[in-house]
């Protein structure tokens, strides 16, 4: 398995391989940057942070599989640090810019359907936010979101259950029984 192998060429020290691993999730990396800080800058910048973190401590890494769910944490985790530092707010998804970049979005009809997203998100705590966009958005499963916030699965799915319930009650929709 290649992924495997590049994995456990970068524990060795191989940087080539840990770009490599880097550059295959790329895409996926920036939109999670950006749905924390908000704009491109910041979001490249909490990424440098990450891949410099990455070389520094990829040989604490006990599972190879699960190198793309240990990047991403620390990715979140160099976010929330950049934004604690700059004193910031974290609201997830509230740039303008997001809206333009998330992929598919050309469309009337989608932009419409994200700007509604975006206001009923907004009726929600800041951690059922963060949970309900890093399942729903980012496809993240819930024991990787656990890692990446550092709450455990049970709180995770308490958070997404009860943000959208509240979305529901807010907005209409099925009922949750």
């Given at each position: 398995m290649k992924f495997v192998r590049l994995v456990k060429k970068a524990k060795k020290g191989n940087k080539e391989a840990l770009l490599q691993l880097i550059q295959e999730q790329q895409d996926d990396y920036y939109r999670l940057a950006l749905t924390y800080m908000g704009n491109s800058h910041d979001a490249m910048d909490a990424m440098e942070e990450m891949i410099v973190s990455l070389y520094q401590s990829i040989h604490q890494l006990k599972k190879e599989e699960a190198f793309y769910s240990w990047s991403k944490?620390?990715?979140?985790?160099?976010?929330k640090q950049m934004l604690r530092k700059q004193s910031k707010v974290v609201f997830m998804g509230d740039s303008e810019e997001q809206?333009?970049?998330?992929?598919?979005?050309d469309s009337i009809v989608q932009s419409e359907q994200r700007m509604d997203l975006q206001r009923m998100l907004s009726k929600v705590n800041t951690d059922q936010r963060e949970a309900i966009e890093?399942?729903?958005?980012?496809?993240?499963?819930y024991g990787t979101i656990a890692d990446m916030t550092q709450v455990s699965v049970g709180t995770v799915k308490s958070r997404v259950f009860n943000?959208?319930?509240k979305m529901r009650e807010t907005f209409g929709g099925d009922n949750i029984d």
């Open positions: 944490t620390i990715l979140v985790n160099r976010c809206i333009e970049t998330v992929p598919n979005l890093l399942k729903y958005i980012h496809d993240l499963d943000g959208l319930k």
